[in-house]
């Protein structure tokens, strides 16, 4: 059996103020699916999010992703773990402005030591099929923001994790340039690439995910496969 890319197991956050940001949450997330995860602003989203991507620790339960017990690595182990095994889009992009897009794209594989000729081998690839070879020199804010979005993708998938995840993606794009990212999501899930989407955009989730998974005050309120239009559930809660 295919072990899962993504397992948290009872998984608890609570800061000092207020509710629980994450209340005995367990999720898995199988090789190749596309998973929307939905909710309001404080339903816990971002929080388990930033769990996955190692940005924050449980105070009780397991996060495991691609083999890795991410709930039990130092800074230094997360950073490590960030640069080889997910790939991250960012709402706004987190582009560096005074570097060209293919040195942007680069970035990756020169912090993991990737010799320049390998690396520069792949970065000419995803270029070539996300669309955006002619813009290698150029520079990020001369670039529409579905442009810049694709150049953040490219970086993302640099390393080929296999993992991607994104924050609010078309978040601050406009409605041609969200359509531009909600179609290289499909055509990265065709690939077989394993995609977690954390968004507001209810039309974003319909676009290209498999699965959505609803958050309510910590926890998981809802989880159903989408299949030829319908919802499944994929477990009774």
């Keep these: 059996m295919t072990e899962p890319v993504i397992e948290l197991s009872g998984v608890h956050r609570q800061f000092v103020d207020g509710p629980a940001a994450l209340r005995d949450v367990s999720l898995t997330v199988q090789p190749g699916e596309a998973v929307a995860i939905l909710g309001p602003s404080g339903s816990g989203k971002s929080t388990m999010l930033n769990m996955i991507a190692g ?35 960012f709402q706004f992009f987190n582009l560096l402005d005074d570097l060209t897009v293919l040195d942007n ?35 990020p804010g001369r670039l529409s923001g579905g442009e810049r979005q ?17 924050d609010e993606p078309t978040g601050a ?49 809802s989880d159903t496969r989408v299949q030829n239009g319908s919802p499944e559930p994929v477990v009774a809660r």
């Excluded at 924050?56 to 230094?76: F, H, I, M, Q, Y």
């Design 55 to 89: 940005l924050d620790r449980p105070d009780s339960g397991t996060v495991t992703v691609a083999g890795v017990r991410v709930d039990k690595l130092g800074e230094a182990g997360a950073a490590k773990y960030r640069r080889n095994k997910i790939g991250m889009i």
């Design 173 to 221: 794009l406009d409605s041609a340039s969200g359509e531009e990212v909600k179609g290289l999501l499909r055509e990265l899930h065709a690939d077989g690439q394993t995609i977690v989407v954390v968004t507001h955009d209810e039309s974003l989730a319909a676009s290209f995910a498999t699965r959505i998974v609803r958050f309510r005050d910590g926890q998981i309120a």
């Design 105 to 139: 794209i680069l970035l990756p594989a020169e912090m993991m030591g990737v010799g320049r000729g390998e690396a520069r081998k792949r970065a000419n690839s995803l270029l070539e099929t996300l669309g955006i070879a002619k813009h290698a020199r150029a520079y």
């Design 150 to 166: 694709r150049v953040a993708v490219a970086r993302a998938l640099m390393n080929r994790p296999p993992l991607l995840l994104a």
